[in-house]
């Protein structure tokens, strides 16, 4: 039997020491329009990952969402003050019919760069 997980998560790897990115703030978006509505708001744990933003029972609808995570909070953390990126938006789309399906989006984070891509 499959495990209910929320039907978006997220993970944060620190790629300058090669860790998770623990205790990184994310709030989770979707465009309504033209102005953005808050969905969901974590905190990444020891392992780097939100796994909880949202209920397993959660129906995503079909949209554009935007995930920032609060990553100057993070170097500060770490007492890094030579940072490019106070922050990091990722916007998605989950299309129509799409709705079912598990999006996960890692960040690959460094001081002075990032990359993502749409995760398993």
Avoid at 25 to 39: G, Q
Avoid at 87 to 103: C, L, M, S
Wanted: overall charge neutral.
């Amino acid at each position: 039997m499959a495990t209910q997980r929320s039907p978006i998560t997220c993970h944060v790897l620190d790629s300058s020491c090669g860790k998770p990115g623990n205790n990184v703030p994310v709030k989770l978006e979707m465009l309504n329009v033209s102005a953005w509505d808050s969905v969901a708001y974590g905190l990444t744990d020891s392992d780097g990952r939100v796994s909880t933003l949202l209920n397993p029972s959660h129906q995503l609808t079909a949209g554009i969402y935007r995930m920032t995570f609060q990553t100057a909070e993070y170097w500060a953390s770490r007492g890094v003050t030579g940072y490019f990126y106070p922050y990091v938006q990722i916007i998605f789309e989950v299309a129509a019919g799409a709705e079912k399906q598990h999006y996960h989006i890692p960040l690959l984070l460094s001081p002075y760069s990032y990359t993502t891509y749409r995760g398993s």
